[in-house]
């Protein structure tokens, strides 16, 4: 049986492969759809940034910076998933599915929370195809990260 420490890197290591898992996915869906890439990263970092007082400098420093902190932000939320299941699932391969459920949910709530709370989208606008192209990739980081702590215990 693992302790804490080996558990925390059990999550650490599901996250990342969930976290892969959701960038294809995503990547998958911008080319089938010939679609051009969210802006919602940037506009996340600058929101973070703004909110933590955080300079992120002028101009096109500025822009970079934010355009590397959102997606800094959802990488350490993916891995904070990741670890957060595999210290508290007791038995992961008992509940497969329900798993993947939690943790897909867990990933748009962590994906969109911030997002929502800084203005930036509102879920009750988006179409269907809009829905369809953040639910899947969503899908994939759970069931990887479910997989995967399942699969490393």
Not at 53 to 64: C, K, N, Q, S, T
Not at 77 to 99: F, K, N, Q, T
Not at 131 to 145: F, I, K, Q
Request: charged share 20%.
């Amino acid at each position: 049986m693992l302790g804490p420490i080996g558990r925390v890197a059990q999550g650490l290591a599901a996250g990342c492969a969930g976290i892969v898992a959701l960038e294809i996915a995503s990547y998958a869906d911008q080319y089938r759809r010939a679609r051009a890439a969210s802006d919602s990263p940037e506009q996340l970092g600058e929101g973070v940034a703004d909110r933590a007082g955080i300079d992120l400098g002028e101009g096109e420093e500025r822009r970079h910076r934010a355009e590397a902190l959102g997606p800094l932000v959802g990488y350490i939320d993916g891995l904070a998933l990741g670890v957060a299941w595999a210290v508290l699932s007791a038995h992961p391969m008992r509940s497969l599915p329900r798993a993947a459920a939690l943790l897909a949910v867990g990933a748009w709530l962590g994906s969109n929370g911030p997002l929502m709370a800084l203005g930036i989208t509102d879920p009750r606008t988006w179409s269907a195809g809009e829905w369809r192209s953040d639910l899947v990739p969503h899908a994939a980081y759970g069931v990887t990260t479910a997989a995967a702590v399942a699969l490393l215990r």
